[in-house]
């Protein structure tokens, strides 16, 4: 069976409890699964000199904060989630050049197109994010089996849609056409969103 091993510094374990303790076991657990995969990415790419693991970890880890009770639900979720980690590594003593950098790789994760042309950080982030909604192809099969099976994966696009939609509260949270907007508008028109017929058509 496979091992896992995380950064073991005192900053990354803060990052890992604020994680843990801040959002829905099944967030938490896409969390983690985002890191090995964005770790992995990073690695096959030649990226961790551009893209420390540290930063990795902090950007995966901390990446849904925006759909946890910490998000006040005033404007993008994506944005909030962003805040709430830049503050929380600036509180760790992570410098601002670095924090900058994750704050960056979390309010872009959503954004494709957009967090590849804005550094290894982001590129690297939104890849490991991305990864764990779709099956992976052989040799990355065998790690996407191996986190899941470490980190079970408990309806996560269910719970997902569920926090963003709770966290509302202005309609600058959800603009139209931003990720808010659109599974608020799916769940009303067709009572499911097009990330559960995805994960459902695939087992999960």
Known sequence: MRTFDLPATPIAAAILTTSRDSQDVS???????????????AESAGLLD???EILIFAATLLHELGASALAPGRERFEIEG???AAETLLGLGVSEGDTEQVWDAIALHTSGGLAERRGALPRVV??????????????????QDAVHAEWPRLNLETVLVDHIIERVNDSAAAPRFGM?????????VHGITGMEIAARDLGW
């Open 50 to 52: 551009q893209a420390p």
């Open 82 to 84: 962003a805040d709430i």
């Open 180 to 188: 808010a907007g659109v599974v608020i508008h799916e769940r009303e």
């Open 27 to 41: 967030l938490f657990n896409h969390s983690m699964r985002s890191y090995w995969h964005a770790r992995s990415y």
């Open 126 to 143: 939104r890849a490991g994010i991305v990864a764990d909604f779709g099956r992976a192809e052989e040799p990355q099969r065998e790690l």
